[in-house]
T-cell receptor, first 109, second 115 residues
Framework: GIQVEQSPPDLILQEGANSTLRCNFS?????LQWFHQNPWGQLINLFY???GTKQNGRLSATTVATERYSLLYISSSQTTDSGVYFC???????????FGRGTSLIVHP | GAVVSQHPSRVICKSGTSVKIECRSL??????MFWYRQFPKQSLMLMATSNEGSKATYEQGVEKDKFLINHASLTLSTLTVTSAHPEDSSFYICSAATGPQGGYTFGSGTRLTVV
């Protein structure tokens, strides 16, 4: 099956800093999502982005499907951005998403 | 947007008892729902895929007799942990597909503690 790798595994930032999270996948995909899991466990959908670029406030994401990677940009980070960021992809005829291991982000005040 | 409601959010039960977790799609019909288990500091592990009106498809290594899944309607799927033991303590999360090419929406999760 498809492999999904996220980097870095852990990230510690000072409030106000910018960061880039990466998601590499081993095969072509027809669905890619970025999620934020907050400290209480809730998974929030950030972007549905199988290709192209999207922006939502301080967050933006870019997926280069031909090169099999996606990037999540967080600008002017805030303490509320802390949590784990997951990339999930779906490929081929499968409707089951495959998750990466996540990037754990801690933003200090 | 699509909302998935999951209850209870937290449950403590005694060893040997059964616990039912509900997952409802509030504003859309979910023909397919997924059940995940998440251990501390790990990614989501898919347990089973639940299809409305048919038997669930379990992932390898998941005991179907211990984790009973029912998807009797287009808006409700349930996971019952039968004869729970402390090793079943975990965070369980459901999700629903919001369309054939669409994304996924997750419930808020259930933290199960078996004592």
């Amino acid at each position: 099956g498809i492999q999904v790798e996220q980097s870095p595994p852990d990230l510690i930032l000072q409030e106000g800093a910018n960061s880039t999270l990466r998601c590499n996948f081993s095969d072509s995909v027809n669905n890619l999502q970025w999620f934020h899991q907050n400290p209480w466990g809730q998974l929030i959908n950030l972007f549905y982005i199988p290709s192209g670029t999207k922006q939502n406030g301080r967050l933006s994401a870019t997926t280069v499907a031909t090169e099999r990677y996606s990037l999540l940009y967080i600008s002017s980070s805030q303490t509320t951005d802390s949590g784990v960021y997951f990339c999930a992809v779906r490929s081929g005829g499968s409707y089951i998403p495959t998750f990466g291991r996540g990037t754990s982000l801690i933003v200090h005040p | 947007g699509a909302v998935v409601s999951q209850h209870p959010s937290r449950v403590i039960c005694k060893s040997g008892t059964s616990v039912k977790i509900e997952c409802r799609s509030l504003d859309f019909q979910a023909t397919t729902m997924f059940w995940y288990r998440q251990f501390p500091k790990q990614s989501l592990m898919l347990m089973a895929t639940s299809n409305e009106g048919s038997k669930a498809t379990y992932e390898q290594g998941v005991e179907k007799d211990k984790f009973l899944i029912n998807h009797a309607s287009l808006t409700l799927s349930t996971l019952t942990v039968t004869s729970a033991h402390p090793e079943d303590s975990s965070f369980y999360i459901c999700s629903a597909a919001t369309g054939p090419q669409g994304g996924y929406t997750f419930g808020s999760g259930t933290r199960l503690t078996v004592v």
